[in-house]
Structure formats: C-alpha cells, structure tokens
C-alpha cells in the first residue's frame, strides 16, 4: 500500500491476457504517483490491453507514465502486437483521464493495428502536461491523424518539452503543416524534437513554416529536426540554413532536385 513508484521491463518476453489481467488487478491497488511499464505485447489482445487500461484509469493520483508494447523475435520469427485500434483508444481514454499527469511516454512497437485514433486520444484531456514523448514505429498514421493531434495539442497549454518519432507513416506535408501551425502557438514550448522516417518528401513549404517557427517562436531554445529515408527538397534545405542551423545530408546523395537522407541526418537551432 506504500508503493509510489513501479517500473516493470520485459521488453523480450511474450505476455498473454492471463498475465496483463492479473498485472494490471495488482496495479490498481497501488497508490503509484510514477508508472514505468515497457512490454512485450505479442500474444496480448484487446481483453488484456482493455485490463490494463481500466486499471490506469484508477490511478488517479499518477504524474508520472511510461508504457510501451514491443514486438518479439522468437527464433527467426518476428511476432507482432495482436491488439487492434480498439485496444490501444481503450488505452489512450484511459491515460487522458489522468488529470495529474504531467509526464508521459508512450512507444508502440510493430503494432501494425493500431492507428490514427490513438494518436489523439492520448491527450485529448491533458491540460497540465509539460513533458509527451511519443514513439510511433510502423504505426498507420497519416495527415488526418497528424491533423487531429495537432489540434488536441494546442490545448495542452502547459506543455514544455514535446518528442514525436513516425515511422513508415503517411505523413505529407498537409499533416506536417498543421503541427507546424500548432506548435507555433504553443508559446511555453522550450524543447522539440521530430523524427520522420520513410515518411514523404521535405518540401518548400515546410522547410518555410520550420524556419518560421525557429525565427518567431519566443522560448524555443532546442530544436532537432530528424529525417530518415525521406526526401528534403534542395530549396528546402537553403531555406533552413539560411536560419544559421546544422543541417548534415550525405554529398553522395546529393543531385539536382533533392537530397535523398540515407541515414539519420538532423537539424540543430544553434543555442
């Protein structure tokens, strides 16, 4: 009954619904302030995720979560998380009932269900959160789902240090230009980062509205913009460097029309 704060990591190990279900009893019994949760979810269904997100919802108290569901490689056979959209929005109610939150980070590993919904649901009631880092990798989200984010998160007013990671989403700059439009007005915001990987091409125009958003938002001190098997226009990249930030692409890439970033190249607001 004294137990604040519980971090359990089984990452490599498969988890059925028998053992999520008696995990998460166990859980809403505890008064836990901090909640550090990172799973293997291969063989979990909606019936243990729906479990685990009821007890979470009676955690009332709780300022501090991490969760995340990862795939497991059993042999030569990568096993993928077996909870739909349903699950994980059951899961995501669940979080954005916790009014005390002000921490959370919520990674979704080879979780090829679960999708565009989620994504807002997570903080659709967040008012006092300072701290989200989310990790989306191969999760099905494109501009709709980017575009309801971002409307969700312009009424996270407290927020300060925001992290976004999208893998193989799809993500053009439609959806990109309304997280851009948003995080503009979230004026307390001092930290960003943004990870794309195999998502569509940089273009003009968001290079324009990230160069806006680095010479005009007032207490944005770090920003790293990260892309990974995408595009970036050559006018894209002057563009931005014309704000005196990093921007590192492989010359041998380089042609004509654009810069095709074969690993991980970032962007940097020099301090």
Do not use: W
């Amino acid at each position: 009954k004294h137990i604040r704060s519980l971090v359990i990591t089984g990452q490599r190990v498969v988890i059925h619904d028998l053992e999520i279900t008696d995990l998460a009893v166990a859980i809403s019994k505890l008064p836990l302030i901090h909640l550090n949760l990172q799973l293997g979810g291969t063989q979990m269904t909606n019936i243990g995720i729906q479990a685990l997100a009821q007890s979470i919802r009676s955690l009332g108290e709780l300022q501090d979560l991490s969760i995340g569901f990862f795939s497991v490689c059993t042999g030569v056979v990568l096993k993928v998380c077996m909870f739909s959209d349903e699950g994980a929005s059951a899961l995501a109610d669940a979080v954005s009932s916790l009014t005390m939150l002000r921490t959370l980070h919520v990674e979704f590993n080879q979780c090829p269900s679960v999708g565009n919904k989620t994504l807002s649901n997570l903080i659709k009631s967040q008012r006092e959160l300072t701290t989200l880092d989310l990790n989306f990798i191969m999760i099905v989200v494109n501009d709709i789902g980017l575009s309801a984010f971002a409307e969700c998160l312009s009424s996270v007013s407290a927020l300060s240090t925001l992290k976004l990671c999208f893998n193989n989403s799809g993500i053009t700059e439609v959806g990109l230009s309304k997280l851009l439009a948003c995080l503009t007005t979230m004026t307390k915001l001092t930290h960003l980062d943004l990870t794309l990987r195999y998502c569509e091409r940089i273009t003009d125009q968001v290079a324009e509205e990230i160069r806006n958003l680095l010479l005009h938002h007032p207490n944005l001190t770090h920003f790293t913009f990260a892309v990974e098997r995408t595009k970036i226009t050559r006018l894209a990249k002057e563009r931005i460097q014309e704000i005196d930030c990093l921007l590192y692409t492989s010359d041998a890439a380089d042609d004509l029309l654009c810069v095709d970033l074969g690993g991980r190249r970032i962007i940097k607001k020099k301090k």
